[in-house]
């Protein structure tokens, strides 16, 4: 499982702001994923799954019915221009 550091800024377990686990729509990859996580004696972190802090949680609720690399780059569209700024060369979308 990753910490539960907000996937989206720097908030976490460093901040000491609480994080969420949002689950988004599977893909193929990611059900072939499910498929054989069942098999495992521990649990990795789900790859359709992202924490986020309270800051963007509610942005991201709205989004579940995209897969995880859909939901992010629609959050970064809707990102202030800071933000971007920000995190420009984490993402170049
Ligand atoms: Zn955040």
Known sequence: MMPPNCCHCDKGLE??????LVCFRRTPEQEAWYAEAESRLIPDHPLNCEWFCEDHLEATRSLVELDLDQALARILKNSS???LQRNQQ???Q
């Open 15 to 20: 901040t000491r702001d609480e994080c969420e």
């Open 81 to 83: 221009p800071e933000f």
């Open 90 to 92: 984490r993402d170049t």
